[in-house]
């Protein structure tokens, strides 16, 4: 009958939250969240906040009444909320589900409503945390620190593994550094327990959230204490989960053997092969007497001690071991074998004979080689003995002895057979590795080297004759194309002045002998126009027979080039060039244009217009190339000058001349006010005059 009762109260209180019921306290709404995980309930709530609300964890507010305590997850918008221990709060929202399917309480508004004394933290052990009635409340907990590392997932927390007699513990501590020798040490922790752990890890468990390091408190240090511990070899016969929930341990006996980066193994006292890896203080050197002590471990093979430390020991050394002559298959196991890898050996001394396949190098020298037989291939660590490898490479045949180490994995929960990946064997000694027999130094692979720098070498050679005559053929091309683009330019120039000029010449000569007969008075001037012809072919030809020999086109700027061509017609005219346009984008082609224009109104402003300076300036303006000519000369009437009828060409050859290259001229003059004739050439989409 009261189970009945039972059934139809939790009934109609599920019913009423289904409904638009609202959850007035903390034990209601952990019950809704934590045990029921009801989605869509609302809460509105007044209790104290159990502790300071401040980063890493700025979303989670833990909140304590008389009923019980529950979290609370803020919204993101709600960090600067500053709220501290003891602050009474007025908090309301509903229930939700996550992404990952678990419900939590997500308050729509938090408000501070007073203070009161700050919760104290509750005693409480390892069972207590796990049985929920701890859920986020403040509490205390003792233990024995069996391990530390730093969250994979989120750098900011260290994780602390606590044994609490026999249990273990996680406790999340945000930015705790760990200290070498720390493990082992009996602690005490303060935080709340969560029943929600952080990163994501929906399955682990509750921990303890500890706020920083000042809350944990290292009761009794490790120290020398660990070496007070019980001995290993008691708890020989332990399955792994008893083995982890052990507390510090120690075993006492002789180094077998030593490797890198912090492992031992030691022949116990008892008889026991036992594993060790240091955690910061030198090795032992194979054969040293030792006591160490650290936390157990086991990969279900043999006890190992993680964490541990050494100190130099007194006891008896233990019998001369024997030594296996095995071979790698034998060790490994053939592939077509069943029985893959041979456990017997772990921990024993083998020696075995093998080539030497590979080295591979750690600061400068040699500390694996790795062996094969013709099948199998085994590594020989010589990491811990400095030297014993320098030497061997690949290709010799050695025999190497020492101490044959199973590489496996520790036991974890949910992996019942930890990995072994195979054998490694460890030299205890220089004397452990020998070589038997070095390579010859002609082999095959180094035949094939020769081989190969050969067959580059001639193909090399190959392709620089077939490079040779191709770029021959090509030079040869160009210097061919140069010297015809010059013969047809020289020819145009020819054609285009003097030819026509000397056509000229004979049409007023023809002129004049009519005019003798017909009209007299008429004949001085067709001689006198023909006289000026003569006078402008022979200036055209001396131009022309000077741009064959001069180098201006070699000249790096447009400055020299000009320069150069107007220095032998000043005639004592003082010349300022600013022609600030780059070489590169001009071709010979029009460069030679550029300069023939200037030199011809260089030519006319000295000869014509009695210039005593000459000003050259040019520069890029957008997508146009300008340059203009001034002078300080006597000046003209542009509209009256005379033309080609009277025998001067200049003016109208400087406007053909620019119309090839598409451009425009402009001339500003006037008497006594000098001359200034300004050019304007188009860029082509190139961006260079061609």
């Known amino acids: ?16 939250l289904c409904s638009d019921a609202v959850v007035t306290n903390a034990g209601d709404l952990a019950r809704v969240v934590y045990r029921e995980q009801t989605p869509d309930v609302a809460f509105e709530l007044d209790g104290t906040v159990i502790s300071d609300k401040t980063a890493p964890l700025e979303i989670r507010l833990h909140v304590l009444d008389g009923t019980g305590a529950a979290l609370l997850f803020t919204s993101r918008d709600m960090t600067n909320l500053t709220l501290r221990a003891g602050d009474r709060v007025r908090a309301a929202g509903r229930t939700m589900r996550q992404a990952s399917n678990k419900v939590i309480a997500y308050c729509q508004s938090v408000e501070r409503i007073g203070h009161v004394a700050a919760p104290a933290p509750e005693r409480a052990s390892a069972e207590d945390i796990e049985s ?29 593994v606590l044994n609490c007699d026999g249990r273990l513990l996680y406790v999340p501590a945000p930015r705790f550094k760990i200290v ?27 921990t303890v959230l500890v706020k920083d390091e000042r809350s944990v408190k290292v009761l009794c240090a490790a120290g020398e204490d660990a070496f007070s511990a019980p001995t290993i070899d008691d708890d020989a016969f332990l399955g792994p989960m008893e083995i982890q929930a052990l507390g510090i341990r120690r075993a006492r006996g002789t180094v077998v053997a030593a490797w890198r980066p912090r492992n031992i193994l030691i022949s ?14 030198e090795l ?17 093979f043999n006890i190992s001690l993680s964490r541990a430390v050494w100190r130099p020991a007194e006891c008896a050394p233990p019998p001369a071991a024997r030594v296996y002559e095995l071979s790698i298959d034998t060790l490994l196991g053939r592939p077509d074998d069943e029985v893959k890898l041979h456990p017997y050996y772990n921990g024993r001394i083998v020696r075995i004979v093998g080539d030497v396949v590979a080295v591979e190098s750690s600061g400068g020298r040699v500390d694996t080689v790795v062996v094969s037989d013709g099948g199998r291939v085994l590594a020989i660590d010589a990491s811990a003995v400095p030297g014993a490898a320098e030497g061997v490479s690949a290709g010799c045949r ?20 930890p990995p072994a990946n195979g054998y490694r064997l460890v030299i205890r000694n220089p004397g452990d590795l020998r070589v038997l027999a070095r390579p010859p130094w002609w082999t095959p692979e180094r035949l094939v080297v020769v081989i190969g720098v050969l067959a580059s070498a001639l193909a090399a050679l190959l392709v620089w004759i077939a490079v040779k005559r191709s770029f021959g053929a090509m030079i040869e091309k160009a210097q061919s194309d140069a010297r015809v683009a ?13 030819a026509q000029n000397l056509t000229g010449v004979a049409m007023e000569i023809r002129s004049a002998r009519r005019a003798q007969t017909a009209d007299p008075s008429r004949t001085d001037g067709h001689l006198d ?5 003569l006078d402008s072919c022979r200036d055209e030809l001396r131009n022309c027979i000077w741009d064959l020999r001069n180098l201006t086109l070699d000249d790096a700027t447009v400055d020299e080039a000009v320069r150069r061509t107007l220095r032998q017609h000043l005639a004592g005219a003082r010349l300022d060039v600013r022609f600030k346009v780059a070489r590169s984008l001009l071709s010979d082609n029009a460069l030679h244009t550029i300069l023939r224009v200037v030199r011809e109104l260089t030519i006319n402003a000295v000869r014509h217009g009695a210039a005593t300076e000459i000003k050259v300036a040019g520069c890029l303006d957008g997508d146009s190339l300008l340059f203009s000519v001034r002078d300080n000369g006597r000046g003209f009437d542009p509209a009256a000058a005379p033309g080609m009828r009277e025998g001067h060409f200049g003016l109208q050859g400087i406007r053909e001349r620019i119309e090839a290259l598409e451009g425009t001229v402009e001339i500003e003059s006037a008497a006594g006010r000098g001359t200034k004739v300004s050019v304007s050439i188009p860029l082509p989409p190139s961006g260079k005059v061609d």
């Open 132 to 160: 929920g009635r701890f859920d986020c409340r403040l509490v205390k907990v003792r233990g024995t620190l069996r391990d530390a590392f730093q969250d994979e997932i989120d750098g900011h927390f260290t994780y602390l």
């Open 529 to 533: 126009l023909a006289a000026a012809t």
């Open 268 to 281: 116990t006292e008892g008889g026991n092969q036992i594993r060790a890896s240091i955690a910061s203080q």
């Open 180 to 206: 070498d020798g720390m493990v082992g040490s009996e602690i005490e922790v303060e935080g709340i327990c969560d029943p929600l752990p952080i990163g994501g890890r929906l399955h682990m468990g509750r």
């Open 486 to 498: 010059e013969r047809t330019r020289l020819a145009v120039e020819l054609h285009d002045s003097i």
């Open 398 to 417: 050695i025999e190497a002895t020492g101490a044959c180490i199973l590489e496996t994995e520790n036991w974890r929960p949910g992996a019942l057979f």
């Open 284 to 300: 032992p050197a194979s054969g040293t007497p030792v006591e160490v002590a650290g936390v157990p471990e086991t990969d279900l």
């Open 1 to 16: 009958m009261k189970a009945l009762l039972c059934i139809m109260m939790s009934a109609a209180s599920l019913a009423g």
